[in-house]
Structures are given as C-alpha cells and as structure tokens.
C-alpha cells in the first residue's frame, strides 16, 4: 500500500485508496477536513442500510446492461434527500475527501451494491479490508510507543457513527482572535510548562446527544482563556486555585533567576500544555450539563442510591468527607464548591461507565467535545505552542478570581500561538536535564516514562525552564515547516529524523561513595 510507515502515517485514510504502485502526491487536506469526512462517510451506512433491498435490485439489473439511473427508494436516493434537508452533509468537491468519504463508508460495513455493479464498490471493499487493520495497528504502535497517544474522546458504547459529533454550542464573544507567536523574537527568553485541560471559554452548549441542554452558563477555562479580550486588558494570564497559581508564580521566579545566571534577558514566557484525557472533570462545566440536564431529570431513587455507594468507594474521595448525596442540595453544593474538584471528577468517572450512559440517555463523546477547544480535540497530551503568554521581566502578581471553578487569577499576557507541537520539540534541554534528576533521584524508570518527565516540568521549581537558544528557534521553525508540509503526524516522525528527540541514553545514578 504506502511506500512507507512515514507515508502512511502522514495521510493514511488517503493513502488507503491511493494507487498502489505510485506515489501519493494529491493535495494533503487538513487533519479536521479528514476527521470531517470520515465521519460524513461512517454516517452513509445508515442510507446504505435503508436503501439496500433496493440498491440490490438495480444493481443486478445494471449489471446486465440496464441504464436505470438512481432509484426511488435506493441508498443514493435517501442520500440525495437527506443532503436536500440538510440532514446529511454534501459531498466535497476535493477528490481526495471523497475518496476519504467513500472508504469510511465501506469501513463501517456500508458497501454500496449499486457501486459494486458498477465494478467502485468491489475494489474499495477489498482495499478497505487489507489497508483498515493495518493502517490501524501501524498508527496504534506509534502512538504507543511515542507515548502520544490522542486524547480525543472517543465512544465506546456503541452509540451511533455520529457519536462525538452531536452537539451544538454558540460563541458568545469575548475572545481575542489568535495572533501568530514568532519564536525568533523570544531569543534568550526561558520557556516554562503550564497545564491547561482542553475546554473552551464563552461558548453556550445548546444540546448534547441530540437533547437540549437546560443550563445558560457558558464555558470558562481552557487555553482561551489568555484570549479573553477583558483579561488583555486586566494583564491576566490565567486562573488556578490559590495553591496552583502561588506555584506557578514561584515557578517563574526561579525560572528567572536561572535565565540570568545562564545570561538569559530575564523574560520568561510559559506554554499551555495539554493535559490527558477528562482533565477537564476537575472544572464545572461537564458537571453542569450533566446535572442540569442529564442526571436530575432522569435521576431515580435507585440510580441516586447507586451513584453514591459508588462515590463512597471511590479513591479519590478515600480521605474526603462522605459525599452527602447526588439527590441532596448538600451534595450538589459539594460538588460546585471551590474545593470540589476531587468530587466532581469522581462522579464524571462513574458517568462514564456504558451503563451510566445508557441510563441517562447521553454519550460522553459528545459531552466533552461540546465544551472542548475545538483546536485541542484530538491533540495528544504534552502538546504546548498552541498558547504562550508571557511574564516578561515583572514579577506574577495574584489577584481573586471570580472564575466559577478557580478562585485565584495570576498575572500574564498572551503572546501567541505558534502551533501545537510536542513539548519535546522546544523543550529538549529541560527534558534532558529532568532525565538526570531522575537518574540521580534513583528514578530510572521515569527517565524513559513521558508522563512523569513533562508532570515534572510542570510541577518543579528547579530545573524546569528551557533557555530559548538559536538551536530551540531553528527546531520550533523546523517543525513549523513540516507540519505545514506534511501534517501533524507525519510532521513528528519527520522532525525526529531531522532534528532528533531529547537524548534517550539511560542516563546512570551517581554511584555512592562507599565509606571505608
């Protein structure tokens, strides 16, 4: 099929249906253009379905020389009134998300027997069956192994091919377009991590899963939120607890003093960093639409008792007081308390679970990408560039929040966006340097464990800042360039190649001096 896993994982639903023989050089469409057209074709099964006694009919009838055209009643028919309705999205005039289009159709079992009369269906479905299971594992090993694995939600109950789709929101305003964020002009500045979940900022959801959504509050936090054009003004950078923000002003500082010794210009700028997958539970904004318009409609005195013997067990809550109850205003009260952080991402994990959905009429999928950053869905953790403020040479002042989450604002501007990448692009130092922390730490294993070096770099005081050196510019302007060329996977595999990961040698602990 591809030439190579460097092809395949640049554009694999394309290069699915590519000529075998030579090279892919069609347009590369965009990562959301593709993701748009797959789920446009996984969505056609349902035309298929209805349509298929019929498309069976013509389609042996066509084999045998019959000029029938579209069918009443045929899989194309019902396609062709569903588009008239606005039901079912257009076909795209970019050959290449056609192809996507079709091969998603066939993928999910929708094979087309008028097609195949016309000789389309028949080699598709064949591609499809040898190119799906392997483009699939080879992307699944890759991510994997890298350790980037997206954490885009995604439906595990089988819900529908709609799934992760069905929701509807409106921007309320507010947010400051993005500004480019040019690396070059950072030049001796250091660069700090700062974790940030992937929710947005002034969007109203209006409906998730199809049902209409009883809460008028709008989404608050998120990497927008350095974006919000009152925030501009005020010199606000972002929000936390008051434990979060006085560590990320502690941070800075000594990620100033660091910058001087090593002759930097004392500015110091910090990258939102995305976080795993639900990071978002710790906030409010899941738990208030699945409370106002999920959970207390449909809430039984069984399910309620259910819900709380399971909070009761629950780990993070092992050293919390008791959850008073999911029926109880005391309960509800606990759970959008400034300090219910650790209870609402409780009750959003038992949510989860395929019984709880099905129960209350929902998909999770849809739940948290209608409050999703619609730039962050599907970016894997430890992914920063989309968001950068800067401190400059002043000092992080805090200030009361009147976040409805987050109780403490600190100071900062937004500077801009250069694109999300992986940390380990315009962090390599700091990560090389935290690897032997470890190492002399006696943590060996986390040397080689992605998670625990990035939490480390945006949790530590010491050693966590990376110098902005000629060196971080060209690698943050290199992958810029790939990315633009060859897509966000394509772009990751081809800058290691180019440029090189942080170093990957196990580092080895000092040895103890033995007394003698």
Same mark, same amino acid.
């Given at each position: 099929m591809a030439k190579n896993l460097l092809d395949l994982l640049g554009d694999p639903e394309a290069m699915a249906f590519a000529d075998p023989v030579g090279q892919d050089t069609r347009r590369k469409p965009a990562n959301r253009d593709v993701l748009n057209a797959l789920l446009a074709g996984f969505g056609d099964l349902a035309y298929d379905v209805a349509g298929g006694p019929v498309d069976l009919s013509s389609g042996l009838m066509a084999a045998l020389g019959a000029d029938i055209g579209k069918t009443a009643g045929g899989s194309d028919w019902f396609k062709d009134l569903a588009?008239?309705? #606005?039901?079912?999205?257009? *076909?795209? =005039?970019?050959?290449?998300?056609?192809?996507?289009?079709?091969? %998603? *159709?066939?993928?999910?079992?929708?094979?087309?027997?008028?097609?195949?009369?016309?000789?389309?269906?028949?080699?598709? %479905?064949?591609?499809?069956?040898?190119? &799906?299971?392997?483009?699939? /594992?080879?992307?699944?090993?890759?991510? /994997?192994?890298?350790?980037?694995?997206? @954490?885009?939600?995604?439906?595990?109950?089988?819900?529908?091919?709609?799934?992760?789709?069905?929701?509807?929101?409106?921007?309320?305003? &507010?947010?400051?377009?993005?500004? /480019?964020? +040019?690396?070059? /002009?950072?030049?001796? @500045?250091?660069?700090?991590?700062?974790?940030?979940?992937?929710?947005?900022?002034?969007?109203?959801?209006?409906?998730?899963?199809?049902?209409?959504? +009883?809460?008028?509050?709008?989404?608050?936090? &998120?990497?927008?939120?350095a974006r919000d054009m009152g925030h501009i003004d005020a010199k606000i950078g972002g929000s936390s607890n008051e434990g979060i923000s006085k560590r990320i002003r502690d941070r800075v500082t000594v990620a100033r003093k660091q910058n001087l010794a090593a002759g930097g210009t004392g500015e110091i700028d910090q990258s939102a960093m995305t976080m795993g997958a639900f990071g978002e539970d710790f906030s409010v904004q899941p738990l208030d639409v699945m409370m106002d318009s999920f959970i207390l409609p449909k809430l039984t005195n069984a399910k309620a008792v259910e819900i709380d013997d399971a909070m009761a067990g629950h780990k993070l809550l092992a050293k919390?007081?008791?959850?008073? #109850?999911?029926?109880?205003?005391? &309960?509800?009260?606990?759970?959008?308390?400034? =300090?219910? #952080?650790?209870?609402?991402?409780?009750?959003?994990?038992?949510?989860?679970?395929?019984? +709880?959905?099905?129960f209350f009429g929902y998909n999770k999928a849809d739940l948290y990408n209608a409050i999703s950053d619609p730039d962050l869905i599907g970016i894997p953790s430890g992914f920063g560039m989309n968001t950068v403020i800067t401190h400059g040479k002043d000092p992080v002042t805090l200030s009361k929040s009147n976040n409805r989450t987050y109780d403490t604002d600190f100071s900062g501007t937004y500077l801009g966006t250069g694109g999300n990448m992986p940390a380990e692009v315009f962090m390599p130092d700091a990560i090389n340097d935290m690897r032997y922390t470890f190492a002399a730490e006696n943590k060996k294993d986390n040397a080689f464990n992605r998670s625990s070096l990035l939490t480390s770099l945006a949790r530590r005081k010491e050693g966590a800042s990376q110098l902005i050196t000629p060196e971080v510019v060209d690698r943050v302007k290199g992958f810029q360039e790939l990315r633009k060329e060859r897509g966000l996977l394509d772009a990751m595999l081809a800058f290691e190649d180019k440029y090189g990961m942080p170093e990957m040698t196990r580092p080895t602990a000092p040895k103890k001096k033995v007394k003698k």
């Open positions: 588009t008239q309705y #606005g039901i079912r999205p257009p *076909e795209s =005039n970019d050959p290449t998300l056609r192809n996507v289009r079709l091969g %998603a *159709e066939i993928a999910s079992g929708g094979i087309d027997p008028y097609a195949v009369a016309g000789g389309i269906g028949r080699a598709g %479905a064949a591609v499809g069956r040898k190119a &799906g299971p392997y483009i699939a /594992d080879k992307i699944d090993d890759y991510m /994997d192994s890298s350790g980037l694995r997206p @954490a885009i939600y995604e439906n595990t109950a089988k819900k529908g091919n709609r799934a992760g789709t069905r929701y509807t929101t409106e921007d309320v305003g &507010g947010i400051s377009p993005k500004k /480019d964020f +040019n690396i070059e /002009d950072r030049e001796g @500045a250091s660069m700090l991590l700062m974790p940030w979940d992937n929710s947005s900022r002034n969007r109203r959801v209006l409906s998730v899963s199809d049902e209409p959504v +009883n809460t008028q509050e709008v989404t608050h936090g &998120g990497q927008m939120f919390k007081a008791p959850f008073a #109850g999911i029926a109880t205003q005391i &309960g509800q009260a606990q759970l959008k308390s400034p =300090n219910g #952080g650790d209870y609402r991402k409780a009750l959003m994990a038992i949510m989860r679970s395929k019984p +709880n959905e099905q």
